[in-house]
């Protein structure tokens, strides 16, 4: 197949995935509404698996192909230089440094620059189905046993004390403290982060010249990819934002592996140096995503049974994807685009 119509035809898959993730809790919302307490348990035990085996195939995907390839395209190739040095051996150090470096960015992303409770993934046993489209309920409501309840809207009526000749000066700082407020809210902070980390994933794909592993790659990041709109749409949802804003963080993070596909493809025609500093970072990232999702899944708080589960979801997901990763090799070589003009 053409690898720019298995790209396009990826992009479209993308958008349809991470659309659907978004509108996942509205839907389970109207369906729950008649049958709540009888499905939430399964669908949150369904969730939780499939969230293990998505984390399955993302770390796959980095260990059984995009760290190896990208290891030896550094390695293997004279002409490639980084930091000014044509030594395998340093070569490889400093993939690995680059994998480094993604892997502090999505950790300061998710967890240093938000400034409340961070739900990285999502966080099955504290939110429940949706009762409208304005507003997620959560498990961990404060009961009767806790009156400190915070309101949302703590500032209503900040400006009491108003007087005319500062009108303008009064509206243009609360415009500033809007702005603040939500800069501060870790829903940005996640749908941003998720949105890079889309981005990246999308960089991968586009920088793959095999139509084969550009499925692949697809598929395994597609595994995961509904679950992050789920954890978008539920943490918007959660704040007090405005639905506008809620629509273009939502659009922001529904396109941003499409514009990913879109730039990756373009930055590999400038070669494959810059193509092997885009993957390390990828997989930086990459390896966070799927650790931190099997380490959030799988907690002592669970049963062993429901431990044992998960792990054999993530195991399977595993073996699985290098199954597919090794019969497409078998199958059908992957030659990269420097390989093909030796060729001819």
């Not at 400093?94 to 400034?115: D, H, K, N, R, W």
Request: proline share 3%.
């Amino acid at each position: 197949m053409d690898l720019l119509l298995a790209k396009a035809i990826c992009i479209f898959a993308f958008l349809s995935v991470a659309t659907g993730g978004c509108a996942i809790p509205y839907i389970l919302g109207l369906f729950g509404k008649r049958n709540r307490n009888k499905y939430e348990n399964k669908v949150k035990n369904i969730l939780s698996n499939l969230n293990c085996f998505g984390a399955g195939f993302i770390f796959s995907i980095v260990m059984f192909h995009l760290l190896p390839e990208t290891i030896i395209i550094a390695s293997s190739h004279k002409d490639i230089t980084i930091f000014k040095t044509h030594d395998p051996e340093m070569k490889t150090l400093f993939i690995f440094f680059f994998v480094f470096v993604g892997f502090c960015m999505q950790l300061a992303l998710e967890y240093v620059l938000p400034t409340d409770t961070n739900i990285c993934c999502i966080d099955h046993g504290a939110v429940r189905f949706t009762d409208d489209n304005d507003h997620i309920l959560n498990i961990t409501n404060h009961t009767l046993d806790n009156p400190n309840t915070e309101i949302p809207n703590a500032s209503i009526n900040a400006d009491t004390h108003y007087h005319p000749h500062e009108g303008g000066h009064s509206n243009h700082k609360n415009r500033l403290t809007k702005i603040l407020d939500v800069l501060a809210l870790q829903s940005f902070f996640l749908t941003i982060s998720l949105a890079i980390h889309s981005g990246i994933e999308g960089m991968i794909v586009g920088t793959s010249d095999d139509s084969h592993f550009v499925f692949i790659t697809t598929f395994c990041i597609l595994s995961h990819k509904w679950i992050a709109g789920v954890t978008v749409s539920l943490s918007l949802n959660r704040n007090n934002i405005s639905p506008n804003l809620k629509i273009i963080l939502l659009l922001i993070f529904i396109f941003s592996s499409p514009l990913g596909i879109i730039v990756g493809h373009l930055v590999h025609s400038s070669g494959e140096k810059i193509t092997c500093v885009i993957n390390a970072l990828s997989i930086g990232t990459l390896l966070f995503i799927g650790c931190e999702i099997l380490l959030n899944e799988i907690q002592m708080k669970y049963t062993r049974k429901v431990r044992f589960s998960k792990w054999l979801s993530f195991c399977s997901s595993c073996l699985i994807a290098f199954s597919i990763i090794y019969f497409t090799s078998h199958i059908a070589p992957h030659q990269h685009s420097h390989e093909l003009n030796v060729k001819k």
